[in-house]
Nanobody, 118 residues
Framework: QVQLVESGGGLVQPGGSLRLSCAASGFTFSSYTMSWVRQAPGKGLEWVSDNYNGGTSSSYADSVKGRFTISRDNANNTLYLQMNSLKPEDTAVYYC???????????WGQGAQVTVSS
């Protein structure tokens, strides 16, 4: 069965960096668009970034462009999100998600908490 397991969250000071990982299994990882989506406290889901075309293409929300980098390792079925220059407003639970077609996601990870605070 499909599994997505995030790791790498934590507490970091403003301006710091973190790298999230998402270990995938149960499907042909390289064939699917993979995404990062976040949910800040008391707010709805916010799309962060997509990685597609086997990992050769990426897109980003304006709020993270230039600070976050999405990447993948198809040999090890792992998706990454490198987050630099973190701001308090980046505080959220970050989820990796598998493309389900028609602008939807069909599987989600359990989430990784990222807290940016001094």
């Amino acid at each position: 069965q499909v599994q997505l397991v995030e790791s790498g969250g934590g507490l970091v000071q403003p301006g710091g960096s973190l790298r999230l990982s998402c270990a995938a299994s149960g499907f042909t990882f390289s064939s699917y668009t993979m995404s990062w989506v976040r949910q800040a406290p008391g707010k709805g889901l916010e799309w962060v970034s997509d990685n597609y075309n086997g990992g050769t293409s990426s897109s980003y929300a304006d709020s993270v462009k230039g600070r976050f980098t999405i990447s993948r390792d198809n040999a090890n079925n792992t998706l990454y999100l490198q987050m630099n220059s973190l701001k308090p407003e980046d505080t959220a639970v970050y989820y990796c998600a598998k493309d389900g077609g028609y602008y939807s996601y069909d599987y989600w990870g359990q989430g990784a908490q990222v807290t940016v605070s001094s």
